[in-house]
């Protein structure tokens, strides 16, 4: 069974700090895709990794894709209360979700 | 922009009684999906639907639930007899093809069961 682990869970920063966040499997995926989610809402589809050790960046947000295609990390660079959100790493091939990591900024 | 469309928005219904779900998706779109996430939890994939037929279904996806797509424009999920447990946001999404291609999602039916 495919499985996506997210750490982590919850993450309270204030504004202008660093974080970052993990999505880990011991399944190797031949993509995988960041979402955030607004409570009510659906998940945003924010970016697509396919190749083994991309980096794509998003404006403040770095991420990567293991070079074995197993994990993805999400860096963001100076927080703002606006990326205050449920982080979701979703992988293709068998449509799989993590729990998600829900991050608060602090004003 | 396009965008996926669900509606109703919020749905209650009693035990045991039928709902249908309903979802347009991004027009150019040839791949559907339902999702579901319990409140707190995850969300889960429930169904992938192409060329007028399942293509992959979980295994929450029981003969209670079954999808179809009407016209050029619906697609739909039913469930036949609702249970407690199937209380849930219902997300649909869309893509272009598989694989890489990114899904696009609704925002989501919250569907309650009395």
């Known amino acids: 069974t495919q499985l996506l682990e997210q750490s982590p869970q919850f993450l309270s920063i204030q504004e202008g700090e660093n974080l970052t966040v993990y999505c880990n499997s011991s399944?190797?995926?031949?993509?995988l895709q960041w979402y955030r989610q607004e409570p009510g809402e659906g998940p945003v589809l924010l970016v697509t990794?396919?190749?083994?050790?991309e980096v794509k960046k998003l404006k403040r947000l770095t991420f990567q894709f293991g070079d074995a295609r197993k994990d993805s990390s999400l860096h963001i660079t100076a927080a703002q209360p606006g990326d205050t959100g449920l982080y979701l790493c979703?992988?293709?091939?068998?449509?799989?979700f993590g729990k998600g990591t829900r991050l608060h900024i602090l004003p | 922009e396009p965008e996926v469309t669900q509606t109703p928005s919020h749905q209650v219904t009693q035990m045991g009684q039928e709902v249908i779900l309903r979802c347009v998706p991004i027009?150019?779109?040839?791949?559907f999906y339902w999702y579901r996430q319990i409140l707190g939890q995850k969300v889960e994939f429930l169904v992938s639907?192409?060329?007028?037929?399942?293509?992959?279904k979980s295994e929450i996806f029981d003969d209670q639930f079954s999808v179809e797509r009407p016209d050029g424009s619906n697609f739909t999920l039913k469930i036949r007899s609702t249970k407690l447990e199937d209380s849930a946001m219902y997300f649909c999404?869309?893509?272009?093809?598989?694989?890489?291609?990114?899904?696009?999602f609704g925002p989501g039916t919250r569907l309650t069961v009395t």
């Open positions: 999404a869309s893509s272009e093809g598989t694989g890489a291609y990114e899904q696009y």
């Open positions: 399944s190797v995926f031949s993509s």
């Open positions: 990794v396919v190749t083994g050790g």
């Open positions: 979703a992988g293709n091939g068998k449509i799989i």
């Open positions: 027009s150019n779109h040839l791949y």
């Open positions: 639907f192409y060329n007028n037929e399942i293509s992959e």
